[in-house]
């Protein structure tokens, strides 16, 4: 079974750029959810994705926007960005639904970088 | 609104000594708790969950963790550090429909 997979690993982008990350969820999870982890701190949730629509959102600008596909898979965009946008950005995908209270799997991780 | 707090962002250890990540919770509901780890340049790894079930919580490792409801805490615990035990360690309790609120971490230091 393949877990969690996020693309790119690493990326640099400067201040006023875009910027797409993308998640592919394990295999036969329906809901994705995703999390930003800036240096030092603990992760913060962005927004979660159910049947290819937006399931909850965090304290974050609409700069910040996702997609869901229909295998599941997930995009999340970041327009103009910020210097403080600089972080880890992680995917996790949970099986039955976002009301399940199953586990959440992680993805490794994109590391963003914003000269 | 849920919410975590971990003291001491950074734990050291003796290796053989006992672990102990403190956590304690803000909910207005019955809680879903959740430690994971975090290895250098991975993802979160789950060690354990509370889901209302026994209080005492088993999970990977040999990390456990007790559900204190009077205390509003869910430390975690290792009888005994082992070298592989050096990571960041976050406690997490879930919210409307699986979020997930962490706390700011604990980076775990085993001294040989």
């Known amino acids: 079974e393949t877990g969690v997979t996020q693309s790119p690993t690493h990326l640099i982008k400067t201040r006023g750029q875009q910027v797409t990350l993308r998640c592919s969820s394990q295999s036969g999870h329906n809901t994705v959810s995703w999390y930003q982890q800036a240096l030092g701190q603990g992760p913060q949730f962005i927004f979660q994705?159910?049947?290819?629509?937006?399931?909850g959102r965090g304290n974050f600008p609409p700069r910040f926007s996702g997609l869901q596909f229909p295998n599941y898979s997930s995009e999340l965009n970041v327009n103009a960005l910020e210097l403080d946008d600089s972080a880890l950005y992680l995917c996790?995908?949970?099986?039955?639904?976002?009301?399940?209270?199953?586990?959440?799997?992680f993805g490794p991780g994109t590391r963003l970088t914003v000269l | 609104a849920q919410s975590v707090t971990q003291l001491g962002s950074h734990v050291s250890v003796s290796e053989g000594a006992l672990v102990l990540l403190r956590c304690n919770y803000s909910?207005?509901?019955?809680?879903?708790l959740f430690w994971y780890v975090q290895y250098p340049n991975q993802g979160l790894q789950l060690l354990l969950k509370y889901t209302s079930a026994a209080t005492l919580v088993k999970g990977i490792n040999g990390f456990e963790a007790e559900f204190k409801k009077s205390e509003t805490s869910f430390h975690l615990t290792k009888p005994s550090a082992h070298m592989s035990d050096a990571a960041e360690y976050f406690c997490a309790v879930a919210y409307g429909n699986n979020r997930l609120a962490f706390g700011k971490g604990n980076q775990v230091v085993v001294i040989p």
């Open positions: 994705y159910y049947r290819e629509e937006e399931n």
């Open positions: 909910s207005s509901v019955p809680p879903y």
């Open positions: 996790a995908s949970i099986a039955g639904g976002p009301g399940s209270g199953n586990e959440q799997f």
